[in-house]
């Protein structure tokens, strides 16, 4: 199974600020990357799919890159409706796997 | 809009057989495939099984044994059997639309206790 290793854990910034989430995966997965908010009671929802493809309705703040092994999400400016979980999911091959999130959270 | 909706006990006893439903809207079930995903308290996310859109199955290796998949296109429903549960099964279950993960029900908390 393809390991994907997310990082930080967990993440402490301010509105406005800059914000980088990675996902590192144990071999090649081309652009086959996806990246997901998650807020509590809520579902996942997709925000960036195949490394830096935005999805319909996402705020273009958001931004993804990265290829092969080494994937990061961006988000350009922090607003307050972005406290949430982050994770990402590799769909080049069987079984999925996911990174175990970032939990983010205001300063 | 595209919708996928969990339901099923909160509560279900070890050993006993776990039954969840994901109820769709929005899209047909001959179309795309559904999948369900786990989480367990405090862990991370896991990829439990597949029905594809032709209606074959595919389950996770760990959990091949004692996993069962099907639906009823008729009614937009897809369900997930799981039997001799333990403790450890105790998670949120996801249904979640595509290979690719696109749309996510909100999840249902399942615990495994006597």
């Known amino acids: 199974d393809i390991q994907m290793t997310q990082s930080p854990s967990f993440l402490s910034a301010s509105v406005g600020d800059r914000v980088t989430i990675n996902c590192k995966a144990s071999q090649n997965i081309n652009r086959y990357l996806n990246w997901y908010q998650q807020k509590l009671g809520e579902a996942p929802k997709l925000l960036i799919y195949?490394?830096?493809s935005l999805q319909t309705g996402i705020p273009s703040r958001f931004s993804g890159s990265g290829s092969g092994t080494d994937f990061t999400l961006t988000i350009s400016s922090l607003q307050p409706e972005d406290v949430a979980t982050y994770f990402c999911?590799?769909?080049?091959?069987?079984?999925?796997?996911f990174g175990a999130g970032t939990k983010l959270e205001l300063k | 809009q595209v919708q996928l909706k969990e339901s099923g006990p909160g509560l279900v006893q070890p050993s006993q057989t776990l039954s969840l439903t994901c109820t769709v809207s929005?899209?047909?079930?001959?179309?795309?495939?559904v999948h369900w995903v786990r989480q367990p308290p405090g862990k991370g996310l896991e990829w439990v099984g597949a029905?594809?859109?032709?209606?074959?199955?595919d389950y996770n290796s760990a959990l091949k044994s004692r996993l069962s998949i099907s639906r009823d296109t008729s009614k937009s429903q897809v369900f997930l059997k799981m039997n001799s549960l333990q403790t450890e099964d105790t998670a949120i279950y996801f249904c979640?639309?595509?290979?690719?993960?696109?749309?996510w029900g909100q999840g249902v908390m399942v615990t495994v206790s006597s």
């Open positions: 195949n490394a830096n």
């Open positions: 979640t639309r595509s290979g690719r993960f696109d749309y």
């Open positions: 999911l590799q769909h080049n091959s069987w079984p999925r796997t």
């Open positions: 929005g899209f047909s079930l001959t179309s795309n495939s």
């Open positions: 029905i594809w859109s032709g209606g074959s199955t």
